[in-house]
């Protein structure tokens, strides 16, 4: 049933340089691209192609149609409330520093606390860090215990009426760690602070309702989720998205410009200065189509399988030192006395791609005691082959090393 | 990738080896260096005596690459002088920028030849070159303090 999803992304079926397949375990930095993204981006292309929201003519208005009906799929995607609520970016990154720029920067003041967790990426680390530098607030952390989790009764004690802003992971990038958004925003919210967070790692693997959820930012990223790069979504609640100024100024985003002022357009479109990536839109569009054809239910047990599986198999290897304890698609290592660029280059070798380094996390790697880890993360389209190989590589890295 | 041509003897002995890693007694300067990318974190240590390299010596953290790297460099730059340790930094830059040089050259980096097909692995070039971008900044600094030293007298 498995081998079903892999052959539908055409560069998994590639052959690395040393003609070994590709065991793709890489999917926490990026996702492959199926067919039918490609064939979309393509087909915008060749077919489609002009700037949206300006041309009186079929072809602008047709690129407009893409790109907004993409608006109303992601905004479907997450349960907003209203596809106003969508503003597109380039990726995650953009979507952050925007809430902390354009919210953050104008709302925190002097003696007040900003929250952000240990496990944060540092795309939602240093422009919090900045924030507080430029206001006079605090930047405070919710720490992870032993079992690199966070106890509820760290949320209890760092959230008081002090903390204006909360931003957290949804899930952690280098633990899969899943953080408890609905605890931290219910406590959150009791105290009047806002809650961002940073669903790139959530919203490609599992059901996220932002209504549901009741948080006020969430930011993610089409190229983590089988779209391509350069396309980024923030959503944000419709009465905070209006009170926010744009980051940016320019093209596309006002109702009358004068000498001396203007009136800009209502959100999403005060966000958007600019020409947008209709073709990166036209992509995730087709992406989104693609998961909820497959559908959240086969995507989580298939991933859960592998993930399980992924664990067993490191679990097996004496040499291998995980770490966390709950993991979600992602899982975390180190092999004893081998630096992870060893590990990756080695493993590398037998085609087997995964991540080494400290993963955007310094602070994370300080609180966990370790410089840098290896990083295995999946996709529903990976199989127990890949992770079996995974496994045979693993084996083999100290013996290389002549250890 | 072979992973023959990045793991050779020399470097797998070199990255095993611990003996040029270790602090000195009465160091003339001590340079950091790191790859912010990977983590690799080391600190070179310099003894000089006049303009020459009389001992040197690392300490920190880094992958197998990188401190076979150091190591080998530790080697090739002991009782060298400055102005020698510099050319044969700048050959060694060279190398792994994959410019061509001639027989001379490669023979005068001996050790530290065997790392040549490390150019060939783009991931891996910069824990290759890391120690020896460390080692012209601690050259450069002793140069300066040189200077001022003159200068005063």
Known sequence: ?403 | MNLNELYSDIIREHSISAHNKHHLGTPSIVVPGNNPTCGDEIELELERDNSIIKDASFTGIGCAVSRASVSIMIDLVRGKTLEEARELALIFLAMLRREELDEESMERLEEAAALQNVANMPARVKCATMPWHTLLKAIEQLEAANFHYYRRN
């Open chain 1, 1 to 403: 049933m498995q081998k079903k999803y892999k052959s539908d992304f055409p560069l998994l079926a590639n052959r690395m340089d040393n003609d070994k397949p590709l065991a793709y375990l890489d999917n926490a930095a990026t996702t492959q691209k199926p067919a039918v993204v490609i064939e979309a981006v393509k087909r915008h292309m060749e077919y489609n192609n002009a700037n949206p929201h300006r041309g009186a003519y079929t072809l602008s208005a047709d690129a407009t149609g893409i790109y907004e009906d993409t608006r109303i799929k992601a905004a479907r995607f997450i349960h907003a409330a209203s596809e106003n609520e969508i503003v597109f970016t380039k990726n995650t990154t953009e979507a952050l520093n925007m809430v902390a720029l354009c919210y953050g920067m104008e709302k925190v003041k002097q003696g007040d606390e900003i929250l952000i967790s240990i496990a944060e990426h540092h795309s939602n680390l240093l422009p919090w860090q900045r924030v507080a530098v430029k206001t006079g607030a605090s930047l405070r952390y919710l720490y992870t215990n032993s079992d690199s989790e966070i106890p509820a009764e760290e949320i209890r004690t760092k959230i008081n009426k002090h903390t204006k802003v909360v931003a957290i992971t949804h899930t952690s990038n280098v633990l899969g760690y899943r953080i408890p958004v609905g605890q931290i925003v219910q406590a959150a919210h009791a105290v009047g602070a806002v809650v961002v967070v940073d669903g790139a790692q959530g919203v490609p693997h599992m059901p996220v309702d932002v209504q549901a959820l009741d948080v006020d930012f969430m930011a993610f990223a089409g190229h983590k989720m089988y779209g391509p790069e350069g396309i980024g979504i923030l959503y944000g609640k419709a009465a905070l998205l209006d009170e926010m100024e744009p980051l940016l100024l320019g093209g596309g985003i006002v109702e009358q410009v004068t000498e001396s002022s203007a009136c800009l357009l209502p959100a999403p479109h005060k966000f958007e200065a600019g020409t947008p990536n209709v073709a990166a839109a036209a992509g995730l569009n087709a992406a989104m189509e693609y998961m909820q054809q497959i559908g959240f239910d086969k995507i989580r047990e298939t991933e859960d399988q592998l993930t399980d599986y992924l664990l067993d198999q490191l679990r097996r290897l004496d040499e291998v030192e995980i770490y966390g304890s709950r993991h979600y698609g992602i899982a975390p290592f180190n092999v004893r006395d081998v630096h992870p660029h060893d590990v990756a280059s080695i493993l590398d070798g037998g085609g087997v791609a995964i991540r080494a380094g400290h993963h955007c996390a310094q602070p994370l790697m300080k609180h966990l005691g370790i410089n840098a880890c290896c990083r295995a993360s999946i996709a529903f389209y990976n199989t127990k082959e890949d992770i079996d190989r995974l496994y045979d590589s693993l084996k083999d890295v100290r013996r290389w090393l002549g250890l």
